[in-house]
């Protein structure tokens, strides 16, 4: 990282333990990792690495049992429910693999819906750059039940993107699209980084996905055990290829 870069996101020897005993399982065991302002970032790694329990515990979806996060220079630790939840409304974003939209409303409102909860007004030149980045200008109007797995996707970055969030985390945002839609989405991704400046945080099974990122950092029985800068499918599928060999 430049160091006159701010970090965006950091994370200090974080644990996560779940059950106690016999049953006690360690999801993380002491992950350090610093996301730069502007930089795509990538999490990868085998199922039951811990890959999504370090996404939640950096968004201030689930705590860590030890360890220190912080998002800009704000730590969450010891944060009350009330203002950890003002702190993922202003300050984080999220695009989940379900789109997470409600079906009653038209995409116009699920975007400006988390602006509507804080009581914010959108600012029109941002909606507009937003909603033009995204290519939604013909579908404001309509339903999520009138739009397509990728439309819905773009609606929900949309709406990640609208309150100009520190951070966006994003959990398998291609897991339910085709492979068209789902570029399309990564593209869309790679695009809020480069023209927005944008931070996004992604978890991945998919190295194709993840050749989106600057940057891929790999998981492994909840230890950081490599990373690949600049990344290419080939490269990331050699990472993983290695990786399953190493845990297997």
């Not at 989405?185 to 996905?209: F, I, K, W, Y």
């Amino acid at each position: 990282m430049n160091p006159t870069t701010p970090a965006a996101v950091t994370a200090t020897d974080l644990v996560k333990t779940y059950g106690t005993g016999d049953t006690r399982v360690s999801a993380l065991r002491g992950v350090s990792l610093t996301v730069p302002a502007g930089q795509f970032v990538a999490i990868m790694g085998p199922s039951g690495s811990g890959k999504s329990t370090l996404l939640h515990c950096l968004a201030g979806l689930d705590t860590a049992t030890t360890g220190r996060v912080q998002i800009g220079d704000t730590g969450l630790g010891g944060l009350s429910d009330g203002r950890l939840t003002r702190l993922r409304r202003d300050a984080v974003g999220f695009v989940f693999q379900s789109f997470n939209l409600l079906p009653t409303l038209s995409a116009a409102d699920n975007i400006l819906l988390p602006l509507r909860l804080a009581g914010r007004r959108p600012d029109p030149k941002w909606l507009d750059r937003v909603i033009d980045l995204l290519g939604l200008a013909d579908r404001m109007h309509h339903r999520p039940a009138q739009l397509s797995g990728g439309q819905q996707q773009r609606v929900a970055c949309a709406r990640a993107l609208i309150t100009r969030p520190r951070v966006i985390f994003a959990d398998e945002p291609t897991g339910n699209l085709d492979s068209r839609s789902g570029a399309e989405v990564l593209s869309l991704l790679r695009a809020s980084v480069r023209e927005l400046g944008q931070t996004v945080v992604m978890v991945t099974h998919d190295p194709v996905a993840a050749s989106y990122a600057d940057r891929v950092v790999f998981l492994a029985d909840g230890l950081l055990v490599d990373e690949v800068t600049d990344p290419t499918p080939e490269t990331v599928l050699d990472r993983v290829g290695r990786l399953e060999r190493r845990v297997a």
